[in-house]
């Protein structure tokens, strides 16, 4: 059982490098020409990993079960919480909160769920584009949360995020079982 465990966590490790544009093998940079470098490919990558990692602590839960209806964190799985250093989006805050759920216990944490949320508590805001969609924004009390904006770019596009400072995920990590008790 410790040698399929051990399996278990070098496929995951394997799988987030090639995820991440690195060759396992060689340590270098996946050529950007490369099918790897697809993020379809790339989330596909991810999102094994991630069963991997939830098989290896043995949190999976199958698609033969009922998910958990309700957001469930105990205090020592908020103890064993490890987040991504410096300023995260909330994407990011919910799959390092998911990787320490139980998931036969607790439905997973999501970024749109804690949006709903934050927006409904006045913590965050929303503003429509000319194309007609709505994105997630800060506003003046946001800081005081933790809360900014940050200019990102991605395949040469820019664009503003909504990132957590080490305050916002203090923050929400206090509060999380009563943001996500509340109705929406």
């Given amino acids: 059982m410790n040698e399929d465990h051990e399996k278990i966590v070098m496929a995951k490790l394997v799988l987030e490098k ?8 060689t ?9 790897l470098n697809e993020p379809k490919i790339i989330r596909c990558f991810y ?5 991997l990692d939830q098989v290896a602590r043995g949190a999976y839960r199958s698609g033969g079960g009922k998910p958990a209806a309700a957001f469930v ?10 987040f991504t250093p410096g300023k995260i ?8 909160v998911n990787l320490s759920l139980d998931l036969n216990q607790s439905k997973k944490l999501t970024g749109v769920e804690l949006n709903k949320r934050l927006k409904k508590l006045g913590v965050l805001s929303e503003e429509s584009g000319p194309d007609g969609k709505t994105r997630t924004i ?15 770019s991605y395949n040469g596009a820019e664009y ?3 990132v957590l400072n080490e305050k ?4 929400l990590l206090d509060n999380l079982e009563s943001i996500m008790a509340m109705e929406v």
């Avoid at 340590?27 to 099918?35: G, L, R, T, W």
């Avoid at 989006?89 to 390092?96: D, P, S």
């Avoid at 800060?138 to 990102?152: A, I, P």
Wanted: aromatic share 10%; proline share 5%; hydrophobic share 30%.
């Fill in 73 to 82: 964190i105990t205090p020592e799985q908020k103890q064993r919480l490890q």
């Fill in 168 to 171: 916002g995920k203090r923050y």
């Fill in 138 to 152: 800060t506003n003046q009390k946001s800081l005081d949360y933790g809360f900014e904006s940050e200019k990102r």
């Fill in 89 to 96: 989006g909330v994407n990011e805050f919910a799959k390092c």
């Fill in 27 to 35: 340590h270098e940079a996946i050529p950007q020409d490369s099918f």
């Fill in 160 to 162: 503003t995020m909504v």
């Fill in 18 to 25: 090639i995820a991440g544009g690195v060759n396992p093998l």
């Fill in 47 to 51: 999102f094994v990993a991630e069963i």
